[in-house]
Nanobody, 111 residues
Framework: QMHLVETGGGLVQAGGSLRLSCAASRISVSINRMGWYRQAPGKQRELVAA???????TYADSVKGRFTISRDNAKNTVYLQMNSLKPEDTAVYYC?????WGQGTQVTVSS
């Protein structure tokens, strides 16, 4: 069965960094568009970053210059490096491939 497992969330102070990982099973991260989304309380889920099979990346304006999406084909894992974190980055972060979603990982940024 295809699934995605996110890890790496946690509590961090504003200005800090976290790296999220998304391990894929029965899904190849190298040939699929992989995305990171987030959902804050009371808000809609939004795209944070995505990477295509051609390694083209896309970022939400709110995270450009602070977040970096990457992948390790050998480990079949996608990463989201988050630097200069802000309280407004607080959300549950989800990994996505087509119609497959992970369970999410909580990121909390304190001011």
């Amino acid at each position: 069965q295809m699934h995605l497992v996110e890890t790496g969330g946690g509590l961090v102070q504003a200005g800090g960094s976290l790296r999220l990982s998304c391990a894929a099973s029965r899904i190849s991260v190298s040939i699929n568009r992989m995305g990171w989304y987030r959902q804050a309380p009371g808000k809609q889920r939004e795209l944070v970053a995505a990477i295509t099979s051609a390694a083209t990346t896309t970022y939400a304006d709110s995270v450009k210059g602070r977040f970096t999406i990457s992948r390790d084909n050998a480990k079949n894992t996608v990463y989201l490096q988050m630097n200069s974190l802000k309280p407004e980055d607080t959300a549950v972060y989800y990994c996505n491939c087509v119609n497959i979603w992970g369970q999410g990982t909580q990121v909390t940024v304190s001011s």
